[in-house]
């Protein structure tokens, strides 16, 4: 791909653009959309009468004044909650999934929204048709992703139309021991050198490039359906650097390629992204897109 002509989008991680509003909230999604933004991302997690939390975390004192699962409130028990500032103080009240739409269905514009289904819980097909119920007046506007990749291909099966993205962070990853979450798989460090729980990681049979193509092979068919793939940065360029382009291979799968999430405030991020650039990466996740957008050469649309 012509790294001269090509330009991806930048997408506004957990809504940021550069305000200070709690990430993936009301007024969030409210001041990117004023701005006219091309595609906004928000975390989205269920409830247990199947409406859905604006909110990332698997417990409500990550992030709110509440406690708990979430997964085992229901809207009426959560409704009078505020999110939280790092400082701890109340800040808004909490977002609730039909709100973000009705505010995406207020604003005729050209726009994408990302919601970011959390893998905390089974999705059966009562829950995951609650979804696809509250999202079917803006269906055009909206995709569903996740690392659930049970859930994306449920989604598939119940509606054919739907957007989808997947992100294969649970079943492989790179990083530090400090930088991982030990309660989150993948829970091994495999022979080549990349988190991963899968028999092909546990020995070194070939070289490393033919085990990132095998890996990536077999990942696809976990996900086939889902038409953008969101990579963290840190894997795309260290895939690169041992000779394997997994973007030029999910292109030829017919798949988009976001990497997530590098920002403007960081120089190294800034190199990273270039270098994605000119691999032909679709999509950039960062917590501030107009700055992002600035700081490429070429300049790129947010």
Same mark, same amino acid.
């Given at each position: 791909?012509? +790294?001269?002509t090509?330009?991806p989008i930048?997408?506004?991680?957990a809504?940021?653009?550069g305000?200070?509003?709690?990430?993936?909230s009301?007024r969030?999604?409210? $001041?990117?959309?004023?701005?006219g933004?091309?595609?906004?991302e928000?975390?989205?997690?269920?409830?247990k009468?199947?409406?859905?939390?604006?909110f990332?975390?698997?417990r409500?004192?990550d992030?709110?004044?509440?406690?708990g699962? /979430?997964?085992?409130?229901?809207?009426s028990?959560?409704?009078?909650?505020?999110?939280?500032?790092?400082?701890?103080?109340?800040?808004?009240?909490?977002g609730?999934l039909?709100?973000?739409?009705?505010?995406?269905r207020?604003?005729?514009?050209?726009?994408?929204?990302?919601? @970011?289904?959390?893998?905390?819980?089974?999705?059966? %097909?009562?829950?995951?048709?609650?979804?696809?119920r509250? /999202?079917?007046p803006?269906? %055009?506007?909206?995709?569903v992703?996740?690392?659930a @990749?049970?859930?994306?291909r449920?989604?598939r099966?119940?509606?054919?139309?739907?957007?989808?993205?997947?992100?294969?962070?649970?079943?492989?990853?790179?990083?530090? @021991?400090?930088?991982?979450?030990?309660?989150?798989?993948?829970?091994?460090?495999g022979?080549?050198g990349?988190?991963? +729980?899968h028999?092909? $990681?546990?020995?070194?049979?070939?070289?490393?490039k033919?085990?990132?193509?095998?890996r990536a092979?077999?990942?696809?068919?976990?996900?086939?359906s889902?038409? /953008?793939?969101?990579?963290?940065?840190?894997?795309?360029e260290?895939?690169?650097n041992?000779?394997?382009?997994?973007?030029?291979?999910l292109h030829g799968?017919?798949?988009?390629?976001?990497?997530?999430t590098?920002?403007?405030?960081?120089v190294?991020h800034? $190199?990273v992204?270039?270098?994605?650039i000119?691999a032909?990466?679709?999509?950039i996740t960062?917590? %501030?897109?107009?700055?992002?957008?600035?700081?490429?050469?070429?300049?790129?649309?947010f």
């Amino acid at each position: 791909m012509d +790294d001269c002509t090509h330009s991806p989008i930048l997408i506004h991680h957990a809504a940021k653009r550069g305000h200070n509003h709690p990430p993936s909230s009301l007024r969030a999604i409210r $001041a990117c959309l004023d701005a006219g933004a091309r595609v906004i991302e928000v975390d989205i997690s269920p409830l247990k009468d199947g409406d859905f939390l604006l909110f990332h975390n698997q417990r409500l004192e990550d992030g709110t004044d509440g406690s708990g699962l /979430v997964a085992d409130q229901a809207a009426s028990e959560v409704r009078q909650l505020h999110y939280t500032r790092e400082r701890g103080e109340n800040s808004e009240p909490v977002g609730f999934l039909n709100q973000a739409l009705e505010l995406l269905r207020l604003h005729p514009q050209t726009v994408e929204l990302q919601l @970011d289904l959390k893998p905390y819980t089974r999705y059966t %097909d009562s829950l995951l048709m609650n979804l696809l119920r509250a /999202v079917e007046p803006v269906k %055009d506007r909206i995709r569903v992703t996740s690392p659930a @990749d049970w859930a994306i291909r449920r989604l598939r099966a119940l509606d054919a139309d739907l957007p989808l993205g997947f992100d294969p962070i649970l079943y492989f990853n790179v990083g530090s @021991d400090e930088e991982r979450d030990p309660r989150k798989p993948p829970f091994r460090l495999g022979e080549y050198g990349y988190w991963d +729980d899968h028999p092909l $990681a546990s020995r070194r049979w070939g070289e490393t490039k033919e085990y990132l193509a095998v890996r990536a092979e077999a990942l696809w068919v976990q996900a086939p359906s889902a038409a /953008v793939w969101y990579i963290p940065a840190q894997t795309l360029e260290l895939t690169l650097n041992d000779g394997f382009d997994w973007i030029m291979y999910l292109h030829g799968c017919g798949a988009e390629v976001d990497v997530w999430t590098l920002n403007p405030d960081r120089v190294e991020h800034i $190199a990273v992204a270039q270098r994605l650039i000119a691999a032909g990466v679709d999509r950039i996740t960062t917590t %501030d897109a107009p700055a992002m957008a600035a700081a490429l050469e070429p300049p790129v649309l947010f």
